[in-house]
Nanobody, 124 residues
Framework: QVQLVESGGGLVQAGGSLRLSCAASGRTFSSYAMGWFRQAPGKEGEFVAA????????YYADSVKGRFTISRDNAKNTVYLQMSSLKPEDTAVYYC?????????????????WGQGTQVTVSS
């Protein structure tokens, strides 16, 4: 079992940057591919980015490609989401998730464990 705790959210102006962190409990963090999702008010949840167990491969939603970077530090049991050039439409609660799948997946149903979320608000 994996427990995930996100942090780093907050209020930022458009064009600014934030780095989200997701700390995982347990000794098997490197056994899980990780993903970030987000949900804006009144909208369905949306895939943002994913990273393989080793960190060697990443996958991004078109809406964030070139602006967001997912990374992980298996020694620290942590996955990160560096967000730059933020836009008001990036405003959402951001969730990290873990999956036992060995390939990158963007479907929320394929993820086994979820954090509680962290709020990101981008003002115009």
């Amino acid at each position: 079992q994996v427990q995930l705790v996100e942090s780093g959210g907050g209020l930022v102006q458009a064009g600014g940057s934030l780095r989200l962190s997701c700390a995982a409990s347990g000794r098997t963090f490197s056994s899980y591919a990780m993903g970030w999702f987000r949900q804006a008010p009144g909208k369905e949840g949306e895939f943002v980015a994913a990273i393989t167990r080793s960190g060697g491969n990443t996958y991004y939603a078109d809406s964030v490609k070139g602006r967001f970077t997912i990374s992980r530090d298996n020694a620290k049991n942590t996955v990160y989401l560096q967000m730059s050039s933020l836009k008001p439409e990036d405003t959402a609660v951001y969730y990290c998730a873990a999956t036992i799948h060995t390939i990158l997946v963007r479907t929320s149903g394929e993820y086994d464990y979820w954090g509680q979320g962290t709020q990101v608000t981008v003002s115009s």
